[in-house]
């Protein structure tokens, strides 16, 4: 078994350190461009859906079940045929539900404009008019999600992800304490970066909250509902919509999903979802902006994947493509790192994404490394609000877009950046010493 790095001594880590540098400038004189730093589908799952191309060819397949030109004008918040395919993959009535354009990150940014302008369903006093507005944000966590909050100036608190969600006696304090925080990001299954699912006492102690804010929103992404990786191994969440209704807190989440990982991510759809009165008010104010989504789009995922079982199969497809690359970035990490001390990361059971843990202070330089020697690594800092990573720890690694060899390249570079970057602040802690 390898020695911790803690343990070696000064003239070890000069030693490993020398070795280390001759085989980086050999990476360095590669001239590789590989990338890891978004979650993005390869074109091996895109081909998967090119069929959905070929199931509008006569006229009268651009007419919904009820009759509906879809090439006219008209329908505010879905076909029918999607809003019943999508309903019941969500666990949600068909009223229940807006089907929108390919980007739920779009529908999550206009949703918190509207309440920052309008107010939302609880309250008609606008955000804007609030001294602060806070957001609760579990960390690691999507950095989209706080950019769009840092966009619309809505102050942001970390609180710690733990194995089964976030850390609920903090955010429960914080939430009873503080009107000024108006909500709360939620990744809740296979989460962003870490590839956390929350538990159902997780997802009961959020459904049960108090918040000091009365129009407080739980801003749910369910973003890998459907992306397992396991056949044996899947991770379920209970339904918040339905345990907020036993607490009487319906009209608190806000449900978003998309298929922009399931069919293709730039013609997908995006799907938002609450209780009746907040959808209501939703699409009270999203017909002041919109004469309605694309239709044909939304028909032609129906007619390509026809069901849930459907959407179910093609996903098994999306995880044969995926599994053996999430395989290789585990198998790497424990071949290079075990027994050194200088590394911990997640084993996600579905989502995109694994979570690496560098020794704090290290991230930054990791991150340098492998970008010298053509590994594109998401930015360090990007997980948390502000681009702050507090430990200067936190690696989100992206395994899906490269292809296995490109993968397994990528792996070996960033286990000797780890390395390298680890024994050089062990060298300068020896002589602070």
């Not at 651009?62 to 045929?81: A, K």
């Not at 008010?281 to 390509?304: C, S």
């Not at 994947?305 to 999430?326: L, W």
Request: proline share 5%; with cysteine; glycine share 8%.
């Amino acid at each position: 078994m390898a020695q911790p790095y803690s343990a070696l001594s000064t003239e070890e880590i000069k030693g490993k350190l020398e070795k280390f540098y001759q085989l980086y400038k050999i990476y360095q004189g590669e001239d590789l461009k590989l990338d890891m730093s978004r979650g993005k589908p390869c074109t091996q799952q895109l081909d998967l859906s090119m069929g959905m191309y070929k199931v509008l060819e006569d006229t009268r397949d651009f007419f919904s079940e009820d009759g509906f030109d879809c090439r006219n004008y008209g329908i505010l918040d879905g076909v029918p045929e999607a809003k019943r395919l999508f309903g019941e993959l969500m666990g949600v009535p068909e009223e229940q539900l807006f089907i929108g354009g390919n980007s739920s990150l779009n529908l999550m940014y206009d949703a918190l404009a509207k309440f920052m302008l309008l107010g939302n369903a609880r309250s008609e006093r606008p955000w804007c008019r609030e001294e602060k507005v806070k957001f609760i944000c579990p960390v690691p966590g999507y950095d989209r999600h706080f950019g769009i909050c840092e966009e619309l100036g809505i102050e942001m608190i970390n609180v710690d992800m733990l194995p089964d969600g976030p850390d609920m006696d903090a955010v429960e304090a914080l939430v009873a304490q503080d009107a000024s925080i108006k909500g709360m990001w939620s990744v809740p299954m296979y989460s962003n970066p870490e590839g956390t699912t929350y538990s159902a006492e997780t997802v009961r102690r959020l459904a049960a909250m108090k918040p000091a804010a009365p129009d407080f929103v739980l801003m749910w992404d369910n973003a890998y509902m459907v992306h397992h990786l396991e056949k044996e191994r899947r991770d379920s969440l209970p339904n918040i919509l339905d345990v907020c209704a036993e607490y009487g807190s319906e009209d608190m989440p806000l449900v978003f999903t998309s298929t922009s990982k399931i069919s293709l991510p730039g013609s997908g759809l995006a799907i938002m979802a609450g209780s009746r009165r907040t959808m209501a008010y939703m699409k009270k104010r999203i017909l002041a902006q919109t004469i309605g989504p694309d239709k044909i789009n939304q028909l032609r995922h129906v007619r390509f994947f026809k069901d849930v079982d459907g959407i179910m199969a093609h996903m098994e497809k999306h995880a044969a493509i995926i599994r053996p690359k999430f395989e290789l970035v585990d198998t790497m990490l424990h071949r290079h790192l075990d027994g050194r001390e200088i590394g911990r990361w997640s084993k996600p059971y579905g989502g995109y994404f694994i979570s690496f843990f560098t020794l704090d202070g290290c991230a930054k330089r990791v991150e340098q490394l492998c970008g010298d020697c053509g590994v594109k690594l998401t930015a360090v800092g990007a997980t948390y609000p502000y681009g702050k990573d507090p430990h200067d720890a936190n690696i989100r690694i992206a395994p899906t877009y490269p292809s296995l060899e490109e993968l397994q390249k990528a792996m070996e570079i960033f286990c000797l950046a780890v390395k390298i970057a680890s024994l050089e602040q062990a060298a300068r802690e020896r002589l602070a010493a």
